[in-house]
């Protein structure tokens, strides 16, 4: 399930979050129009209820935000916690690390005997502007093969530490699961007719394009810290993970090691 919502809506005199429509999701690589619009999705097998009355912004526990990652909660009654990011707000983009990067070992590019650390810098696509909202404009970009003298650079996400304390009374947690939703974005281009070629008297329009892809493909791998980023742990979507001591502060990672498409994030959430 999920929600379409009027982004022109957002630049109204008097600004407003319209839904316009409620759908079931597409089939596996289902192609959607979404030229104009913006897709909140709902989490997998979970169903909210939307009237007139439903609205997108604020964020403030009756949105419908809240309502889809209530019903995460709800599904894992094991968790009392969900920390979730709609990735709709300048708030919710600035919870992102650009200066910070991914440390992983990798072998000796001088082709000696001893692996090095690297640190995989930040590479992602991130909106900068707080006049409206944002959503659907966070990617995480295509791998770089073709540096010259360095490995291949993957596309990094990473999220500044998410605080825990408050939600857990200072204890923190050693217990957790990741969510994220996942899609394809692509443009045409806007073709005007001309006296060239076979695109004589042709005129079509610029379209925005959302696909339904595969979660967890081979290529994208999601990682959680707890020591600020010194060491990282791979997680699986809606897998329970697990540490030995317990602690406030959480960062998380997504890399894309595709060379050729770029991953955009809908919104992702963390329970504990």
């Known amino acids: 399930m999920r929600l379409h919502v009027d982004l022109g809506s957002h630049f109204a005199p008097v600004p407003t979050d319209r839904i316009t429509q409620v759908e079931i999701d597409p089939a596996y690589l289902g192609i959607s129009n979404i030229t104009g619009d913006y897709l909140i999705p709902a989490i997998d097998g979970t169903a909210i209820s939307?009237?007139?009355?439903?609205?997108?912004?604020?964020?403030?526990?009756?949105?419908?935000?809240?309502?889809?990652?209530?019903?995460?909660?709800?599904?894992?009654?094991?968790?009392?916690?969900?920390?979730?990011?709609?990735?709709l707000r300048d708030l919710d983009i600035q919870a992102f690390d650009p200066t910070a990067s991914w440390a992983r070992t990798i072998p000796d590019p001088a082709g000696g005997p001893n692996p090095v650390l690297y640190y995989y810098p930040t590479r992602a696509k991130l909106p900068t502007s707080a006049a409206v909202p944002m959503p659907m404009c966070v990617g995480i970009l295509p791998a770089n093969n073709t540096v010259s003298g360095k490995p291949t650079l993957p596309g990094v996400l990473i999220t500044d530490n998410i605080d825990l304390t408050a939600a857990t009374g200072g204890v923190g947690a050693d217990d957790f699961m990741v969510y994220w939703k996942l899609y394809g974005l692509t443009d045409t281009n806007d073709v005007?007719?001309?006296?060239?070629?076979?695109?004589?008297?042709?005129?079509?329009?610029?379209?925005?394009?959302?696909q339904e892809i595969n979660q967890e493909p081979n290529t994208l791998q999601v990682y959680l810290s707890v020591d600020d980023g010194q060491n990282w742990v791979q997680v699986q979507r809606l897998q329970q993970v697990a540490f030995c001591g317990k602690t406030n502060q959480i960062r998380l990672a997504f890399v894309n090691t595709n060379s050729s498409q770029t991953f955009s994030l809908a919104h992702f959430a963390l329970l504990f």
């Open 50 to 87: 939307v009237t007139s009355n439903s609205y997108v912004l604020p964020i403030n526990g009756n949105d419908v935000s809240s309502n889809i990652f209530g019903q995460l909660l709800a599904r894992f009654p094991q968790y009392r916690n969900v920390y979730f990011n709609p990735l």
């Open 192 to 210: 005007a007719g001309c006296g060239l070629g076979s695109t004589i008297g042709f005129n079509s329009p610029a379209f925005k394009q959302a």
